[in-house]
């Protein structure tokens, strides 16, 4: 993974947020020597105060320094302008078009078609395109959150009842960190989203295999994970496209086994970690609305042993 920076874009969004930056960075690092130079020349100097004359030296000093001021903050203001202006100039031709709902503590994802069957739903993992505009559409299913990935983007609001839209492309292939910028309760801190930029071909690949529902089990503990999942708690909030599980409260698991991390980035996603996770959700994530799920060792194990073929 990248590291996670807004120095280090890696698209043409947040070159331009970084340009930003560097432009107020130089013009206050500049300022600052200027006016501490002026404070270290005015202390040497500070003898003279009483000769005569020095109230109209002071005078015009204020004068110079308040023009200073002026020019620095218009300039300032300028640049800000153009940032914005560069920024809803984009080219948004053949964007593809992404829904993100934020929720206490995870990110629903969900790649629009026209065609019903033809939609992706996943979670907290973004996968787009190299160098081709995507759209973001964001809603908030409870409280406000924000979604900040600061290699590709500023970071933007996701407020209940209100639709906010995002621009974003990279320009080059990796794995950027993203997560909520706004503080939303217990576990705003675990609420992290990975996005995969990949060539357009690899992009349409993960998009195919994704738009298939589950596969079927293979082996008699898998089957028997299936059922566990189906008739057990699980089903009352998650959905498996191909099984008898279609709830939608919960992050969908259809594709789980293809996701690098579990919790929204809580933990990496290995069959250990994700059996702490189903044993006892509330010790790794307090405050999340996973109940324990009282499975039995054997449940457990088989029901691991279906989702490990979710790919
Ligand atoms: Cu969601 Cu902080």
Same mark, same amino acid.
């Given at each position: 993974m990248h590291i996670q920076s807004v120095l280090h874009p890696a698209g043409v969004e947040a070159g331009i947020v970084s340009h930003l930056w560097w432009v107020m960075f130089w013009t206050c690092a500049v300022v600052w020597v200027a006016v501490a130079g002026g404070m270290l020349l005015a202390l040497r100097r500070?003898?003279?105060?009483?000769?005569?004359g020095s109230e109209r030296v002071l005078f015009r000093n204020v004068l110079v320094a308040t023009g200073i001021s002026i020019v620095a903050l218009v300039w300032l203001l300028f640049e800000s302008v153009l940032t914005g202006r560069a920024q809803e100039n984009l080219s948004t031709q053949h964007s593809l078009h992404i829904l993100v709902t934020g929720y206490q503590w995870w990110w629903d994802v969900e790649y629009e078609?026209?065609?019903?069957?033809l939609r992706v739903t996943t979670a907290n993992e973004l996968h787009i395109p190299v160098g081709r505009p995507v759209i973001v559409d964001l809603f908030s299913g409870d409280v406000i959150h924000s979604l900040w990935i600061p290699n590709l983007q500023g970071k933007i609001d996701l407020v209940p009842g209100r639709l906010n839209t995002l621009t974003l492309e990279a320009d080059r292939p990796g794995v950027y960190r993203g997560q909520c910028?706004?503080?939303?309760?217990?576990q705003h801190a675990h609420m992290a989203l990975v996005v995969v930029a990949d060539p357009p071909d690899i992009f349409e690949r993960w998009l195919t295999a994704n738009r298939a529902p589950a596969p079927p089990p293979g082996n008699p503990s898998q089957v028997r994970g299936k059922e566990v999942f189906e008739r057990?708690?699980?089903a009352m909030c998650h959905n498996i496209t191909?099984?008898? /599980? $279609?709830?939608? &409260?919960?992050?969908?698991?259809?594709?789980? /086994? $293809?996701?690098? &991390?579990?919790g929204a980035g809580t933990l990496p996603n290995t069959r250990g970690y994700l059996a702490g996770w189903i044993v006892d959700p509330q010790h790794i994530k307090?405050?999340?609305?996973?109940?324990?799920?009282?499975?039995s060792d054997e449940e457990l194990q088989a029901v691991l042993d279906y989702l490990e073929t979710l790919k």
């Open positions: 500070g003898r003279a105060r009483t000769a005569p078609n026209p065609t019903p069957s910028a706004e503080f939303c309760g217990a057990g708690p699980c191909g099984s008898l /599980a $279609s709830a939608h &409260t919960a992050p969908d698991l259809t594709h789980v /086994a $293809s996701r690098s &991390t579990i307090p405050g999340n609305y996973m109940p324990p799920t009282g499975l």
